[in-house]
């Protein structure tokens, strides 16, 4: 099975379902081995292409990772990203705000970390956590200190996505090139997940308490991620439903997207004028009279 990035795409206004969406599909590998060929192909052209990237200077690159507790945002951006240039990627993981963070606008924490021209920057959760975390538990948008009359539940929400969407839409225009995904994780695979957490000591860190209190609101976090999934995809900044049931399949897909939309920048190398060619040729005379 070949990947192909417009099967998990979600379309500009389309109206989301997730529970339409599958969780699992079939293996884009074969084996195990076969899998570790695949992604470290992967690796190896992603590393050229952020080379080009970085050389060319002229896109940026923004990936977001989106998902419930367990869907593995974290080994996903581990091992496809293993292979590039750490001068080339930037991470970014954004937990509880700070106090100074909730006296500014919903976005400004997010945007002073936005990856600069040549460059690729992951945000491991993100500005979107502003209409899921903040719209499954109303106290968190109630402690930000906004005036009142803008805390109207009826309008606050599509308002927030207006925001997001104009954000994304004026990076787009100013070379940046988005992707976000959401990696789509079924609450069975999830209860197994944190049961292998309890498993094994050297996981003991990955869990806690609030882990198995957020998982409660399984049902409300999905009828949030629906309703931002459908407001938020645009073309210049689309999501991607990845199943997330089987990590190394969705690991493949990711990675696949990420090499298609570096691929379709038809980026080059930055190419020398008669002047520029004039003095590495000069450069190069003197490097040579130096060996005589």
């Known amino acids: 099975m070949k990947v192909n990035g417009k099967d998990f795409r979600i379309q500009e206004g389309e109206k989301i379902d997730l529970k339409k969406w599958p969780t699992l599909i079939e293996p884009v590998y074969g084996s195990k081995e076969d899998y570790r060929r695949l992604l470290d192909e992967q690796v190896d052209e992603l590393s050229s ?16 990772f989106q998902a419930m507790d367990a869907a593995g945002k974290d080994g996903a951006i581990r091992h496809v990203m293993s292979g590039v240039n750490p001068q080339g990627c930037q991470v970014f993981s954004f937990k509880h705000p700070s106090a100074m963070e909730l006296d500014h606008d919903f976005l400004w924490r ?56 104009d954000l994304e839409k004026h990076l787009h225009r100013n070379g940046t090139r988005i992707i976000k995904f959401f990696l789509h994780l079924s609450k069975e695979e999830q209860r197994k997940r944190f049961l292998e957490r309890i498993d094994k000591p050297e996981k003991y860190w990955k869990f806690s308490v609030a882990d198995l209190e957020e998982r409660k609101f399984w049902k409300q976090y999905r009828q949030a991620y629906e309703a931002c999934l459908g407001a938020t995809s645009t073309k210049t900044a689309p999501w991607y439903v990845v199943p997330a049931d089987d990590k190394k399949n969705s690991r493949l897909i990711i990675a696949q997207i990420i090499l298609d939309t570096l691929k379709a920048l038809k980026m080059s190398y930055p190419e020398a004028d008669a002047s520029r060619q004039q003095e590495l040729l000069t450069i190069r005379q003197q490097l040579m009279q130096e060996g005589e």
Not at 126 to 151: K, T
Request: proline share 4%.
């Open 49 to 64: 292409l952020q080379r080009l990237q970085y050389a060319s200077n002229r896109y940026a690159m923004l990936l977001i």
């Open 110 to 165: 997010t945007t002073q970390c936005l990856p600069e021209r040549g460059r690729i920057g992951i945000f491991n959760r993100s500005y979107y956590e502003e209409v899921l975390i903040a719209r499954v538990h109303p106290e968190i948008l109630h402690s930000q200190g906004l005036p009142d009359e803008l805390l109207d539940e009826k309008t606050i929400w599509q308002e927030r996505y207006g925001s997001i969407v």
